[in-house]
């Protein structure tokens, strides 16, 4: 059975910390995998990942591939309160299917 | 705007009722997907179009969930006999190039 686990399912950090998020996936025919930011409304567009050990960045945002142990993280720098949001990670398989997690919840408080 | 939008935002409806949502894609998106979200899980794929062709469907969508796309364009969503456990949010996503998918922001559904 196909799934993607992320991990913790939610955070309480303060201002200035640094965080890691973590994606473990076992899916049949993994294409890609992507990281979204999910707050009050619908995900918006982070990372797409299809290389193993490159690193994606943006500004204060990182994440990384890993395709022999099937994970990714996404690392958030020197975090703000507008960081605060569920971040989903979604494996992409052939068929052009996307899988998601059950995200990890982050709030950044002041 | 030109971004991903849905109609209606909110539907509240009583079981057994028919219901019908739409879904405008970003105009030079010919990739439209429909996905499920309820509280606390992320978004379930659904099916997935391409142009008007209906390329892939989820095993877990039962008969009383069909989908079209007739112009390769708009798409509607209708659930038939609904029931409690449609509750949800259905988001509804566009893309180009079938990687970056751009969401609008979902019809929350309430069966009551």
């Known amino acids: 059975e196909d799934k993607v686990v992320q991990s913790p399912l939610s955070l309480v950090v303060h201002e200035g910390d640094t965080v890691t998020l973590n994606c473990s996936y076992e899916v049949t025919n993994f294409r890609s995998l992507l990281w979204y930011k999910q707050e009050k409304k619908a995900p918006t567009f982070l990372f797409m990942l299809t290389s193993s050990g490159i690193e994606k960045k943006s500004g204060r945002l990182s994440s990384i591939l890993d395709k022999k142990e099937l994970f990714s993280i996404l690392n958030i720098t020197a975090t703000q309160t507008g960081d605060s949001a569920i971040y989903l990670c979604?494996?992409?398989?052939?068929?052009?299917?996307?899988?998601f997690g059950t995200g990890t919840s982050l709030t950044v408080i002041p | 705007d030109t971004g991903v939008s849905q109609d209606p935002r909110h539907k509240i409806t009583k079981r057994g009722q028919n219901v019908t949502f739409r879904c405008d894609p970003i105009?030079?998106?010919?990739?439209l997907y429909w996905y499920r979200q309820t509280l606390g899980q992320g978004p379930e794929f659904l099916t997935y179009?391409?142009?008007?062709?209906?390329?892939?469907k989820s095993r877990l969508l039962s008969d009383r969930f069909s989908a079209e796309r007739p112009k390769g364009s708009f798409s509607t969503l209708e659930i038939q006999r609904t029931e409690q456990g449609d509750s949800a949010m259905y988001l509804c996503a566009s893309s180009r190039t079938g990687l970056e998918q751009y969401f609008g922001p979902g019809t929350r559904l309430t069966v009551t």
């Open positions: 179009f391409q142009n008007e062709a209906q390329l892939e």
């Open positions: 105009s030079e998106h010919n990739r």
């Open positions: 979604a494996v992409e398989m052939t068929g052009n299917q996307f899988y």
